[in-house]
């Protein structure tokens, strides 16, 4: 019986949820109420909020 050899390629999907994660810690560590909510206004979104409101 054969076995496929698994070749690791890039970085794992808990690496790169943890470089955001990082990443985004240091953009929003020092500021203010005011400037992270206009920082998260800013933001894009994987979903975005009128796919969510009620139709109808």
């Known amino acids: ?3 496929k050899e698994k070749t ?3 970085k794992t999907f808990v690496e790169e ?14 500021l203010t109420q005011e400037q992270l909510k206009t920082y998260l206004e800013k933001q894009k979104t ?3 909020s009128l796919m969510w409101e009620k139709q109808g």
């Open 46 to 48: 994987l979903h975005p």
């Open 8 to 10: 690791k390629t890039g």
């Open 17 to 30: 949820m943890r470089e955001i994660r990082d990443k985004v810690n240091l953009e929003i560590k020092d």
């Open 1 to 3: 019986m054969k076995t």
